[in-house]
């Protein structure tokens, strides 16, 4: 239950799916970035309110670059967590919510398998 998502990819293409409804939230397209390495090309967001109620385009990109950095390749994302907590409390309009129940509800943990 800790782990909100499925990342997988298809050649240049990183699907992020939330893992209880297996819906396809976010899909990343990457490419070369100069002087080596990938960088994130395009992107889209699931649009059907039904699926997915989007807290607005700063959220999800926010979002997007965490799970990839965070649940994808497992690196400690300090400064964009720290993004998530703040941009949530400014969002909802709460400064009392706790930063690591934020980013638990919207992240959840990364798998060890």
Request: proline share 3%; no cysteine.
């Amino acid at each position: 239950m800790d782990e909100k998502w499925n990342v997988f990819a298809e050649g240049d293409v990183v699907f992020m799916h939330r893992s209880w409804t297996g819906h396809g939230i976010y899909e990343a397209s990457f490419a070369s970035a100069p002087g080596g390495g990938r960088k994130i090309a395009s992107a889209v967001v699931e649009a059907d309110r039904d699926r997915y109620r989007s807290m607005g385009d700063e959220y999800d990109r926010l979002m997007l670059e965490l799970i990839v950095s965070a649940i994808a390749l497992g690196e400690p994302a300090v400064e964009l967590r720290a993004s998530l907590s703040e941009l949530t409390a400014r969002l909802s309009g709460r400064s009392d919510l706790p930063a690591g129940a934020v980013e638990h509800s919207a992240l959840g943990l990364r798998s060890q398998s």
